[in-house]
């Protein structure tokens, strides 16, 4: 009775403060705002698709399918054009990847270039899958990621139906030219019948000839083992003479070697011959200077003897200088002649060194002359010394006086003679100086060229000798090999007459599985006759070919279906609405015991509770007749409906009065995080079964879990056992947290009010 009085009391508390009155009316309003902003909508996630921008890129370029031209990237995109189950954006590559980038598009579908090519390639050995390239733009909105990608799912679905047809028609067409190969293989086969009669009289033929030609076979086979011995005598010799051919070739290496060195001497000793020949004709030149000089010195001395009776003592001072004169020409006699004796020598030298030039005649001829020019120089020398001796003792004589001048010019005359006579001994002795030294270097050259000939044929021989002897080392490789496989021959005849009998055994088996092929060859061509009846009889029309290519249809039917895509979350809208609400209303009026209280704790707490829960069942009562009058939602049991509303709402101002009154605002947090945890883990978003099992496990102990379910039994389901079994664990619920509640309630002493501490 205590605590109807407190009930009483609160109520018209209530009534009679209008600030709180107008408070609870504007909480008790809070669910009704949740529904009718959540719930109002009548459009679904799939009504508008056609305005989802999505690019396609048809880089197709066609194919040929046996004669007929085939496009099935611009077929695709005809479809596209038709259909308005995507926004369908027809644009390049280039601006397909900016718009992707610039978030204009939430897929990109690429046709690629081979993609009909890939078409054709269904019989070859290799067939190409077809690729149908797409792009994601997962993080614009996961779901419009799962509309897209069902929606490529359709897209390769219906392709595979259109290519399947495609093949279809192409098989079915050639069904008609399989009909006329039946007929013709019927047609061939029988001729394998006939044919197969006559090889059966060939099989007995070849057995008869194979019989007859076993004796030709064994002489075959001996005969072979003959030639066998014989190469074998072949390779033993090829062998044997070997070494022979070896040294053969070593020899023309080794002359070739010579030659070669002799050549090199002889081409080293041209430069000296050619020094030689030209120091000769320097020699000639010099003396054929000097003998024309020497006349020139008689002819003058002559004239100067008829003028010496005038011009004698003109001539007195001209007399000393030609002293001097004569001196330095007796020098320059003296160093020519030293200069022929060392050409004499060296030429000694040169012989000495080079014997076998003795055989040489040009050679010996330059000798000789050396010698002779060597040994009229040497005359030349003592000449011209006693030329200037003379001169000297002319001089002497000259100057005491002209007789005895005269008388000297006299012998100075004479021994002018003299040289001059020699020097034209002298001259000539060059001249054949000069000739032998050129036939000598004509002769070396002659000699060299020869040499370089000879040297080159040397090595002629050589190299022939050298392939003389890799054909010879070929030739007995080639006789082993031969010798090989004339052994080879000669197992291979044993073979070939071993499986000769073997061969006529063979045919004779052959001969017998003739005559059961030709029994088979009749009935494959009554087969074949049957089979090109049976395929020309097959009519094929449109309709098996849509079977072939879409053997299957989805008929579907639905049950408990939403009318709005608003029915599938209104469960989960309506317990987050009546929770809030209870949670708001907990701030307007004070869910904690005060401390002016007289009554007991449990009066008190049943008057306040009795007090709150006419509130949280207008709450519900009003949340409902929203629902179901203005938004017109679709409910299976309309009463049903609102009395689980209320049940709802009780349960929540339990689990909130049991948290406010223990813990206040810290309570009121820990109400806040409860009701957000419930968020994903109680199939508001997500079916329960869908979760990972540790959330599964966790659901089973929040509240949302069983409210949503029992909403949903009463909305969508109309499954009134669920709503019942639901109800009764919320109603569970209720009754722990109300007891709970009470417990705190009564154990607790007073305090002030939360408006109280506010002031």
């Not at 009776?309 to 006699?333: F, M, V």
């Not at 003379?390 to 005269?406: A, E, M, N, R, T």
């Not at 004070?590 to 002016?596: G, N």
Request: charge should be neutral.
């Amino acid at each position: 009775m205590e605590a109807m009085k407190l009930f009483k009391a609160e109520m018209a508390k209530l009534f009679t403060n209008k600030g709180v009155l107008i408070s609870v009316i504007a909480v008790l309003l809070i669910p009704i705002v949740y529904a009718a902003v959540m719930l109002s909508a009548t459009w679904g996630p799939y009504d508008n698709l056609s305005n989802l921008p999505v690019a396609v890129v048809n880089k197709d370029k066609g194919a040929m399918s046996g004669d007929e031209p085939i496009n099935v990237g611009k077929d695709l995109v005809e479809e596209f054009k038709e259909s308005k189950s995507l926004g369908w954006k027809f644009v390049s590559e280039e601006d397909a990847k900016k718009g992707l980038k610039n978030l204009d598009y939430y897929m990109v579908i690429e046709i690629p270039e081979d993609f009909s090519k890939n078409v054709t390639t269904v019989l070859d050995p290799d067939p190409k899958q077809l690729e149908l390239k797409y792009i994601q733009n997962e993080g614009l909105n996961f779901m419009a990621a799962q509309v897209t990608n069902s929606a490529t799912e359709r897209i390769r679905e219906q392709l595979g139906n259109k290519i399947t047809q495609t093949y279809v028609e192409n098989i079915f067409a050639q069904l008609g030219e399989v009909a006329d190969g039946f007929k013709s293989a019927a047609d061939g086969s029988e001729q394998i019948h006939s044919g197969t009669a006559e090889l059966k009289d060939g099989t007995g033929q070849l057995l008869s000839a194979l019989t007859e030609k076993s004796g030709d076979i064994n002489k075959l086979a001996s005969g072979a083992k003959q030639l066998e011995a014989g190469t074998g005598e072949l390779l033993t010799s090829l062998t044997s003479k070997q070494g022979d051919i070896s040294k053969l070739a070593n020899g023309a290496k080794d002359l070739n070697n010579g030659t070669g060195l002799l050549l090199q001497t002889l081409q080293g000793k041209t430069k000296d011959l050619e020094k030689l020949s030209a120091g000769a004709k320097q020699i000639e030149a010099g003396l054929t200077g000097l003998k024309g000089g020497s006349q020139q010195v008689l002819v003058g001395l002559e004239t100067a003897k008829k003028e010496l009776a005038t011009g004698l003592q003109a001539l007195q001072p001209g007399a000393e200088g030609l002293g001097g004169a004569i001196s330095k020409l007796n020098e320059g006699t003296q160093n020519l002649s030293a200069a022929t004796k060392g050409l004499s020598d060296g030429l000694q030298a040169y012989l000495a060194a080079n014997p076998n030039l003795r055989n040489d005649p040009n050679f010996m001829k330059l000798v000789g002359t050396g010698q002779a020019v060597s040994g009229g120089m040497t005359e030349l020398s003592t000449n011209m010394g006693n030329l200037n001796s003379q001169v000297g003792g002319l001089v002497s004589k000259l100057l005491p006086g002209p007789g005895s001048l005269l008388d000297g010019f006299d012998k100075l005359i004479a021994g002018q003679k003299q040289v001059s006579d020699g020097a034209t001994a002298l001259a000539a002795g060059s001249n054949q100086l000069a000739a032998g030294t050129s036939d000598l270097e004509k002769g070396w050259k002659t000699l060299t060229s020869s040499v370089a000939t000879l040297h080159s044929g040397a090595g002629q021989i050589s190299a022939g000798n050298q392939t003389v002897d890799q054909g010879w080392k070929q030739l007995s490789a080639g006789a082993s090999k031969l010798n090989t496989g004339m052994k080879q021959v000669s197992d291979g005849t044993g073979s070939v007459q071993t499986g000769w009998g073997t061969l006529t055994d063979g045919v004779t088996k052959v001969d017998e599985g003739v005559g059961k092929l030709n029994a088979g060859s009749e009935e494959l061509a009554e087969g074949l006759k049957g089979g090109a009846e049976k395929t020309s009889a097959l009519k094929v029309t449109d309709k098996n070919i849509a079977m072939f290519s879409s053997p299957v249809n989805l008929v579907q039917e639905k049950v408990n279906n939403y009318q709005y895509y608003r029915d599938s979350t209104a469960p989960y809208i309506l317990s987050l609405g009546l929770f809030v609400g209870i949670l708001i209303m907990s701030f307007v009026v004070d869910f904690r015991k005060p401390a002016d209280v007289t009554t007991s704790g449990v009066a008190w707490f049943i008057g306040k509770f009795l007090h709150l829960s006419v509130l949280a069942i207008v709450q519900a009562l009003v949340v409902s007749i929203f629902a179901l009058v203005f938004l017109k939602l679709q409910v299976g049991n309309s009463i049903a409906f609102i009395l689980f509303a209320c049940v709802v709402s009780l349960a929540f101002l339990a689990i909130v009065f049991f948290l406010v009154s223990i813990a206040g605002n810290i309570g009121r947090f820990i109400a806040f995080i409860f009701i957000v945890l419930q968020l994903s883990t109680t199939g508001s978003n997500l079916p329960v079964e869908m979760l990972p099992e540790g959330l599964r496990s966790m659901s089973k102990f929040l509240p949302l879990t069983y409210t949503n379910a029992g909403f949903k039994a009463v909305i969508s389901l109309d499954h009134m056992g669920s709503a019942w079994s639901n109800a009764l664990v919320v109603i569970v619920l209720l009754a722990v947290f109300a007891v709970l509640a009470l417990v705190v309630s009564a154990i607790r002493k007073g305090r002030p009010t939360e408006i109280d501490v506010a002031r």
